[in-house]
């Protein structure tokens, strides 16, 4: 919504930033648990960071 203001650019960055976050973090989330059997809460905080930082890289690039 927010990027709306911003024109249709700004809403595409968003939209892109919103969808790329939770695939990044799934796609940690699985390997972690192929690789450690499971997960554990130092997992949990890798998946926000990386969720984090995959959204403000997205919104940095554009």
């Given at each position: 919504g927010a990027g709306a203001l911003l024109g249709g650019y700004g809403a595409l960055r968003y939209a892109l930033a919103a969808v790329a976050a939770p695939v990044a973090a799934g796609l940690l989330l699985r390997h972690c648990v192929r690789r450690f059997g499971g997960v554990t809460?130092?997992?949990?905080?890798?998946?926000?960071?990386?969720a984090a930082t995959v959204a403000?890289?997205?919104l940095a690039l554009g």
């Open positions: 809460g130092d997992v949990f905080g890798a998946l926000a960071e990386t403000l890289v997205c």
